[in-house]
């Protein structure tokens, strides 16, 4: 199998939808975005060895490329429909290449976004995609606009994929079955598109978790020009996780984590029944976790007690 057999026989395998004038196989795709929409465009880069374990199952790893990137359009409340996907492999393994494929796709037309172009290389494992969504225009969850006397709210649970790698790095020993639970948090992350899109007009400030929610916090903080008081204990973490750590592993993961791919947004306060009304409607519950004011980051716990962290979160050059 060469290059262009790969492309033919693996990639070319979904309908057109109604944005794609021409998909792949051109120099280029050409797409007509539906009028009244702001294009939203995005890159998200999983490198071996870095991102992932050079092991991890295919499917696996199809999922998560495809959701990382899927989830910085919910966290815009875009609604993703494009991507290109940049593949640097080692060698085209027909078995790999099939089970990484059929999940790519699977998942793809769970998200309703279409394979449109790409670039395929031979290389160490690392994968590139770029993400096209739409918008109403104008109406972006951006992160500079976080209002003082904001909620800050979490989708979900965080600390799970963090706690699922460090158990895999040694440093941390969960039984088997709440390990089994987090690494499916780690593998396959589920991106909150339906609640991204219902939050449009209902939260100010959001962004995806990534790198750590005090991190990813600290983003939006910054570019809002504001400060926030968070409360540790409030901070949604899955059951059977919490009731096995200590208060320091249990902050180390689900503040200063990781690989969540969870909506962190703030909203008015006189919205709050809208906030749940759009978790409901979208089936995914939400907590409220802080308030935007004050200056800078303060993090409190149950009783009232400032909290400091080991570490704020997740950064490639630190
Ligand atoms: P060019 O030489 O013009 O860059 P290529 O030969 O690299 O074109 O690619 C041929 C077609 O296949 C293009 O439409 C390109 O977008 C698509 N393509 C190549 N690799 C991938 C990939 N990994 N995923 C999706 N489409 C791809
Ligand atoms: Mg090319």
């Known amino acids: 199998m060469n290059e262009f057999d790969f492309i033919r026989n693996y990639l070319m395998r979904q309908p057109r939808d109604a944005g794609v004038v021409l998909g792949i196989g051109d120099d280029a795709a050409v797409l007509r975005p539906r009028a009244g929409f702001d294009l939203h465009v995005s890159k998200d880069m999983l490198l ?173 903080l910054r570019a809002s020009g504001v400060g926030a008081e968070l409360y540790a204990d409030n901070v949604p973490v899955r059951q059977d996780l919490c009731a096995l750590l200590s208060d320091e592993w249990r902050y180390r993961c689900a503040l200063a984590g990781g690989d969540d791919y969870e909506l962190l947004f703030t909203a008015p306060e006189n919205r709050r029944d809208a906030v749940l009304a759009a978790a409901a409607q979208s089936g995914v519950p939400v907590q409220r976790v802080g308030r935007i004011g004050g200056q800078g980051l303060r993090i409190f716990d149950r009783h009232g007690k400032s909290v400091q962290l080991q570490a704020g979160g997740f950064d490639h050059f630190a």
């Open 48 to 220: 071996a060895g870095r991102h992932f374990f050079a092991d991890v199952p295919p499917d696996a790893l199809a999922h998560k490329v495809l959701a990382v990137n899927v989830s910085d359009m919910a966290a815009m409340g875009a609604a993703p429909r494009w991507v290109l996907l940049g593949a640097a492999l080692p060698e085209l393994n027909r078995e790999w290449l099939g089970a990484f494929c059929d999940s790519l796709f699977a998942q793809a037309a769970r998200f309703g976004v279409t394979l449109v172009g790409g670039d395929t290389t031979r290389g160490e494992l690392c994968f590139s995609v770029t993400v096209i969504g739409e918008a109403p225009s104008g109406k972006a969850l951006r992160r500079d606009a976080a209002q003082v006397g904001d909620d800050i709210w979490v989708s979900g649970c965080v600390g799970a994929a963090a706690a699922a790698l460090q158990h895999c790095l040694g440093r941390l020993a969960l039984p088997d079955d709440v390990f089994a639970a987090c690494e499916q948090a780690l593998l396959r992350p589920e991106p909150r598109v339906a609640l991204g899109q219902a939050l449009l007009g209902v939260a100010n400030a959001a962004q995806d978790i990534s790198d750590g929610l005090v991190q990813d916090l600290g983003h939006i």
